[in-house]
């Protein structure tokens, strides 16, 4: 925990996926100060068109490289979000050649009785976490 959603346009390598994944991963670690473990990501690939994903008016094209990253999170504050967006940019740019303006990340929050790990438990709620 958090969830990680990659929805990306189809044709990266296994490779490139690897790096896109790792780089989103030393962001997260960095921001949200989570163990090293505490990995969960799952990559959506799309063709072209089935992914529209505009500027909302902010005067800036996207290239075919755009990553649109959807986390699911217990709350965090906006200094820790804010800090996630810019480490998970500079090491998908640093890591993967991908231009700052082709990242989009969306957050949205639940609880601790939200999540089970495994065994039908709210391991939050029961105190194994």
Not at 1 to 26: C, N, S, V, W, Y
Not at 45 to 65: V, Y
Request: one cysteine or more; glycine letters at 6%.
């Amino acid at each position: 925990m958090p969830l990680l959603r990659f929805d990306i346009i189809e044709g990266r390598t296994e490779e490139e996926l690897k790096q896109l994944l790792d780089a989103a991963h030393r962001g997260m670690l960095k921001a949200f100060e989570v163990p090293e473990r505490d990995r969960y990501q799952i990559v959506h690939q799309h063709p072209a068109h089935e992914m529209i994903i505009e500027d909302t008016g902010l005067g800036f094209e996207r290239s075919k490289d755009v990553v649109l990253i959807s986390i699911t999170s217990k709350q965090r504050t906006e200094e820790q979000k804010q800090k996630l967006y810019q480490y998970i940019v500079e090491e998908l740019q640093e890591s993967c050649g991908i231009d700052p303006k082709d990242v989009m990340i969306s957050i949205v929050i639940n609880g601790d009785a939200d999540w089970s790990f495994g065994f039908g438990k709210a391991q939050f709620l029961t105190g194994d976490l």
